[in-house]
């Protein structure tokens, strides 16, 4: 059962042109979100995260968006650039009830941005 | 301060044979999660361990297992290895207490022939 889910394995988009990442939730008990970027041969690196009681965080040329009630989050690059193309993976959280934290991945997206 | 490193970075190996993998966390981190990367599958979630205490399971076999010491490194095991278990095994640390960001090493890839 994929708990999330990256549904576009592929997004190509023009330099200078936003990018937009998307992933579903299903576990309505996730409380924390976080992006990914990775390249080949490296392990992911945070990008950014978004706790759920907020709808929106933004850093630098990144935006996190938050629907709970959608159970949806995107990721928006703001221009974007030839150095973002990577697979970029969403993940998600929860304090469960043993208070623990367990973060779930996405199959993750594959962005190319053309030059 | 230093990231979460991993060893070794390639590993060849035959099936049937067992393997250890290693990952020492960032300084202060009492949380050690392992990943299974392979393609088209994303990051399959192995188990975390957190002060020596495994805290959460994936849905793998028992032929995987894991521990974590008293520094906070954690090992991986994998035995009676199969074709199929080749991959990037990646972990991640994070403090384990708290909604904070986790931190990737670099990975072992892994070929079983």
């Known amino acids: 059962d994929q708990q999330v889910k990256q549904n576009s394995p592929s997004l190509s988009v023009q330099e200078g042109r936003i990018s937009i990442l998307n992933c579903d939730y299903t576990n309505s008990m996730f409380d924390y979100f976080l992006w990914y970027k990775k390249y080949p041969a490296e392990g992911p690196t945070f990008l950014i995260s978004i706790s759920s009681i907020k709808d929106k965080n933004e850093d630098g040329r990144f935006t996190v968006f938050l629907n709970k009630s959608a159970k949806h989050l995107s990721l928006h690059i703001v221009p974007s650039q030839p150095g973002d193309s990577a697979v970029y993976f969403c993940?998600?959280?929860?304090?469960?009830?043993?208070?623990?934290?367990?973060?779930?991945f996405g199959t993750g997206t594959r962005l190319k941005v053309l030059a | 301060k230093a990231g979460v490193t991993q060893t070794p970075r390639y590993l060849i190996k035959t099936r049937g044979q067992q393997v250890t993998l290693s990952c020492s966390p960032i300084?202060?981190?009492?949380?050690v999660s392992w990943y299974q990367q392979t393609p088209g599958q994303g990051l399959q979630f192995l188990f975390e361990y957190f002060s020596e205490t495994q805290r959460n399971k994936g849905n793998f076999p028992g032929r995987f297992s894991g521990r974590q010491f008293s520094n906070s490194r954690s090992e991986m095991n994998v035995s009676t290895l199969e074709l199929g278990d080749s991959a990037l095994y990646l972990c991640a640390s994070s403090f384990g207490n708290m909604n904070t960001e986790a931190f990737f090493g670099q990975g072992t890839r892994l070929t079983v022939v």
């Open positions: 300084s202060g981190h009492r949380s």
């Open positions: 993940a998600a959280s929860t304090n469960n009830d043993s208070g623990t934290y367990k973060y779930i």
